[in-house]
């Protein structure tokens, strides 16, 4: 009998506690369900474009765009590219006396990528002294191409 009583009042207590909730206000429910729904338009061709962080942010190599200079003559312009596609760069390069030539280059971390005679080389930041040329030793903003070979500094 008092197992039975135990069942019969874990069941009721539920009910019991249930009829203890506050009522929901259907009342305010009908009021809102009597006025449309508000629809915003945002297919404005004159509203501003939402900025995008991501896309916005700046790479680190942006900052290597203008002339960096060799030795002799040579040297090495980096352009934002034609398309204006974020990472990509056009690039100038006389890295002999007898050869300029342009290329294509990508953003690939903290370098940009480019292939010149069938090679993928990469464009990364140094010092002077990792030029290989002695003009340059002394310089501390530069960007090497080949280590110990190959280099331009501003």
Known sequence: MAMLRAIV???ALPALLAGCAKSAD???AA???AQ???IE???DADSAPVPNAAADARL?????VGRWTGPEGLFLDIQPA???QRGHYALTNKD???RQGDYQGVADGTTIRFVRDGKDLAIRPGKGADTGFKYLTDKQDCLIVVPGQEGYCR
């Open 60 to 64: 680190p190599t942006d900052d290597w």
């Open 26 to 28: 259907n009342q305010a």
């Open 82 to 84: 034609p398309d204006g």
């Open 31 to 33: 009021n809102n369900s």
């Open 96 to 98: 002999n006396l007898d």
């Open 36 to 38: 449309p729904p508000v």
């Open 41 to 43: 338009n945002v297919d």
């Open 9 to 11: 009042m874990s069941l």
